[in-house]
């Protein structure tokens, strides 16, 4: 959690923190500045000290909802320089060297946010030169960031419950919505007789997130049959729904006031169901109630993943142990840690070195894909780990594979 | 336009360009992707040749529909190397070899997309050690992206043009939702009596936005009062709705299957407007339309931002050009390219370089600001310049100040 910045600063060796770039986006300056809604700002952050909200001035009324101290970016006289340079690239340069003067810092700085990588192996290289005293570093692999987010504090988990019961909300409502409508020859039809389509049923989402006031930061999935044997396939729209097959329907909005999320994945097949999505379905339930069984605290989260496989495979399905890079059976890990990122820590991963933990919040996702047989399967809840080790989901919604339609 | 990528590569001696992160805010990897909804995703662009999508086995039903050649990553033998050195800062590097031989790039490689600026800093400093016959770089000023992107091709447009109605749609609505309401000691009244806020309006405004398939990538400015008085505030959303102070209502919407936005600002006061707003009102007026008489292909953009500071320094405002960095007066720059990015080249700032030309969509905004006096005033077209170089607004919404209320 945030209180850990410190600690893994010293850790690792940093003794201030930089983030800049755009708002959208941008996790470390929306975890920093509480959720401010910047458009543009930098934040520096020295070991042991709160972090700091550099901004325009025409910024300054929503950066001061961050309750951070505020330095105006008018301080490091871009203007001035602009004059004696007549050049952006040089502008910036001489702007943050007077930065580094200001915040009186040295060391070594790490930097994060949001930039093109390209641009930022430029301007850094030349900045290092500009301050030789200094050590500009930043990390590609698992960061600060991941490490602190892993765990949430309360302030954290409460805006992970308030978007967990408004996610569950919409699923509850969206499955009784798509109940609501006649059926003629195994197709749902709207009150003009036309069938009930992916787009409608996903408009009729978004008009609930909003009501709920979510927002759809990652396009949602909605995907019928084949469709849902791709994972990331979102959908087609004109699709109509019809009964008997499998629609995977996986929804993860945003709290766009905190910018926490929630995940989750309902797989239900209407009126009927198909005897092998039925078959295939419970096996997809058997894997993520014998995870729910065992998930405590301490234990390493790849062990989860190898127990879905060990349980998938024994079923005779492929998985990304027995086939890296399978698009057929279990062709994912079973899951990922969620907050202020849709995906962050801990992993599910094979390989994954995390463990579980206290405050972590995470989700478990088991599925099965068949493209070529016409269906996909998935399950997911969001899982939080309370402060005593306690195994709680965030997501009550039933987990029936046949919805009945009247 | 996008034709002219290979020009610029010429002109700039790049050989190829990739582009690599996450979907959210990338704009080049949406530019080159077609708008295909992938999560994450690398192109691979050589001089004359056509982008390569590089996707992971989930994302390529999605990938499709760029219409582009795609390849999978699972060439880059993710998993072996991965086994081989259980590191995954290893395993990118080896695997960004592998795809540097697979396309056979030499010479100079820019790079561009979504990173951490330490991240990137670190994983190109490292490869381009690995790749020594090859040099890495990057643009930290006007990119070879923003140069393409300051000219639209008929389908940009097009996908302009409907935006704009959509936009333009909303407002109106809004304005007549704002107007159907009753009124009691100056206040605007819900019909359970409680006062009409600016939280009401945007939801309503999200609602229509909804309607309209449209998305709030950005949020609107809906600013009452002393609020509008500065440029970025958003709007308190508790603030009542009440007869005679000025409204700033800045509205930008992007369409989520094209990408492109537009932008829109009406100031307008309920039932009558104080004549100190009224005064101010007329000469924001009488600077948007002297510019909107001036402009022409072929003129330098700096030249309209010193004539709005000309006017508005004869009526006693400081300026950016009498007072860089003044909070009070006009305090902003005139106007922005307007595409993929809600804020893109051409610039209208003092020092700009930028030349009107034929495919250029902009934003022209003049405001005055008085937080002080409790008002602010903005007033906001986009811009379209025709083949043949004629001048077209696509925001043809009255600008009224006064919004008589029945």
Chains 1, 2 share one sequence.
Do not use: W
């Not at 934040?43 to 901004?55: A, D, F, N, S, T």
């Amino acid at each position: 959690m945030k209180s850990d910045l410190d600690r893994l600063m010293e850790e690792r060796g940093f003794d201030a923190l930089i983030v800049y770039g755009p708002a959208e986006g941008n996790a470390p300056l929306r975890y920093l500045s509480n959720g401010a809604k910047v458009t543009h700002a930098t934040v520096v952050k020295k070991r042991g000290e709160q972090p700091v909200l550099v901004v325009g001035g025409m910024e300054r009324d929503e950066a001061a909802r961050s309750g951070l101290p505020i330095v105006l970016d008018t301080e490091f006289n871009f203007h001035q320089h602009y004059k004696d340079t007549g050049d952006r690239f040089e502008t910036t340069l001489r702007m943050y060297v007077e930065m580094f003067e200001h915040f009186d810092l040295s060391g070594t700085v790490s930097f994060y946010g949001i930039s093109s990588p390209g641009a930022a192996l430029v301007f850094l290289t030349e900045l290092g030169k500009r301050l030789p005293h200094v050590t500009l570093t930043g990390e590609a692999t698992r960061s600060i960031f991941d490490e602190a987010g892993i765990t949430k504090d309360a302030d954290e988990i409460a805006a992970l419950h308030t978007v967990a019961e408004r996610t569950n909300a919409v699923m509850a409502e969206t499955i009784a919505f798509i109940r609501s409508h006649a059926v003629e020859d195994e197709q749902l039809l709207k009150e003009d007789g036309t069938p009930l389509t992916v787009g409608d049923v996903k408009r009729q989402v978004r008009a609930r997130l909003l009501y709920y006031g979510l927002e759809e930061a990652h396009d949602m999935i909605f995907a019928i049959g084949r469709d849902g044997g791709v994972p990331h396939s979102r959908g087609e729209e004109n699709a109509p729904l019809e009964l008997g097959k499998a629609i995977v329907f996986d929804l993860f909005p945003r709290d766009p006031v905190t910018g926490y999320f929630h995940d989750m994945t309902r797989t239900f097949s209407l009126g009927y169901a198909a005897e092998e999505v039925q078959h295939a379905y419970e096996q997809v339930m058997q894997a993520f109630n014998a995870v729910m069984d065992e998930l405590a605290v301490g234990q390493p989260t790849a062990r989860y993943q190898d127990l879905v496989c060990d349980i998938f495979e024994e079923h005779g399905h492929k998985t990304p142990r027995s086939e890296p890079g399978t698009t057929e059976g279990y062709v994912h890990s079973l899951g990922h840690g969620i907050g202020i990122n849709l995906h962050e820590s801990p992993t599910f991963r094979e390989h994954s070195e995390d463990i579980l933990a206290a405050g972590q919040v995470f989700t478990i996702e088991p599925g099965l894909y068949y493209p070529d047989k016409g269906f996909g399967i998935r399950v997911e809840d969001t899982i939080y780990i309370d402060p005593e080790g306690g195994i709680h989901s965030l997501t009550p919604t039933p987990k029936d594979l046949v919805i009945p339609i009247p």
